[in-house]
């Protein structure tokens, strides 16, 4: 049996009765908001048209770089950078409120020059992102910038 044969077999099992396409787009963005990290939230929209731009509706943004879908190295780093502008200009054509807006980066150790370009870089960014968030009335702001611990000796420590 082919794979429409499976789901058309499920259907009527099911009594052919979606409750998804049931629920109010309300209470979808609220189930947005609950996953941990905006990212996965966007990627709701290949399940139908109707989830398409939803997660521009939910209150809060997180956007973090460590966890399981880490950026490695200077190329994850100035991606994640990339991610979070993108993120943040879609969002900035919407109509609904961001209350929260949690962005953390850290950093992974490269090649001496490598980190100063990203430092400058992530910086940089950090100032548009609060900026951003000033602009458009954000409630609450976490930002985490965190650089190797190599950097804040040399940095801090050894003026």
């Known amino acids: 049996m082919g794979v429409r044969g499976c ?6 099992r099911a009594g052919g009765i979606d ?3 049931d629920l109010s787009d309300d209470l979808l ?4 908001e609950l996953l941990p990290d905006t990212r996965d ?3 709701t929209g290949a399940l139908s048209r109707r989830w398409r731009g939803l997660w521009t509706r939910v209150p809060s943004l997180r956007l973090i770089s460590g966890g399981k879908r880490r950026f490695r190295g200077a190329r994850g780093a ?5 991610l979070v502008d993108d993120h943040l200009r879609h969002r ?4 609904a409120a961001l209350d929260h807006l949690t962005i953390s980066f850290a950093m992974d150790p490269a090649g001496q020059q490598a980190r100063q370009q990203l430092r400058s870089r992530s ?3 950090a100032q548009r992102w609060i900026f951003y968030a000033s602009r458009i ?3 609450s702001l976490d930002l985490d910038l965190t650089l190797p611990l190599s950097d804040y000796r040399r940095l801090y420590f050894f003026r």
């Not at 963005?29 to 947005?32: D, E, F, I, Q």
């Open 7 to 12: 789901r058309r077999q499920q259907r009527r």
């Open 19 to 21: 409750h998804l396409s």
């Open 29 to 32: 963005v609220r189930v947005l």
């Open 41 to 43: 939230a966007v990627r």
């Open 78 to 82: 100035k991606r994640f950078l990339a």
């Open 92 to 95: 900035d054509h919407k109509a």
């Open 123 to 125: 910086i940089e960014a």
């Open 137 to 139: 009335g954000v409630k």
